[in-house]
Each structure stands twice: as C-alpha cells, then as structure tokens.
C-alpha cells in the first residue's frame, strides 16, 4: 500500500476523545471529587487543553470506545460532563489562538499500545 495513501486513511480512523466538564467547587468535599475526576483523566492518558476540557489521541475508533466507557465508570455524581470523538483529520483542522497569534495544533505522541 503507498504510504501516503496509509496515512490519509489513517488520519480518519484514529480519534481524539475529548472531555468537557463544568463540576461544582463550592464546598471542600466538591472541590476533592472535581479534583479526583481531573486526575483519574491524567492517569488515563487525557492532557489538559483547558482547565476544563481535556483530550487524548487514540490509535482507533475501538480504542476510542475503550477511553469513553473508563471516562463514563469515572463520572462524578455531579455536575456537567460532555465526552466527543473525533478523527484525528477534524481535530488538525482545529485553529488554535494564543491571543492574536496563531498556534500549530498539538500532534499526537508516540504511544506504545499492547494488544
């Protein structure tokens, strides 16, 4: 297979997850399970894009699925949560601004997957 071609094609079948939330901070015992649903996306793999809204690339649509439904185990019993996959292509047509000046959307990292 022509390597370009694998590549495009690839580009639709790997995904990004993204998890958006809005928790509520009000007390301390709000603030301890806002702050464990934050670190159990980081121990899952998920990078921060904003304070709220978190992202990890996955090499397929099934590993995709695999991140969603330990995201949905995770869910604080408040609050609102989102969860979205889209292909790796959707999200490199992202743009991205720090203030005025553009930046260059984050590329995956290498990752080692077992099977």
């Not at 649903?37 to 978190?54: E, P, V």
């Not at 889209?86 to 590329?107: P, S, V």
Request: some cysteine; overall charge positive; charged content about 30%.
């Amino acid at each position: 297979m022509d390597e370009s071609r694998y590549a495009r094609l690839n580009q639709y079948r790997s995904m990004w997850v993204l998890v958006f939330f809005d928790l509520p901070t009000e007390t301390k015992k709000d603030r301890k399970i806002a702050s464990g649903f934050r670190k159990k996306l980081l121990d899952d793999g998920f990078a921060m894009f904003q304070f709220s809204i978190y992202m990890r690339f996955c090499a397929s649509r099934e590993n995709a699925d695999v991140h969603m439904k330990r995201t949905k185990k995770n869910l604080p019993p408040n609050g609102k949560v989102g969860i979205m996959q889209i292909t790796d292509r959707q999200f490199g047509m992202m743009e991205i601004f720090l203030g005025t000046k553009a930046q260059e959307t984050e590329r995956p990292s290498q990752q080692l997957e077992i099977f």
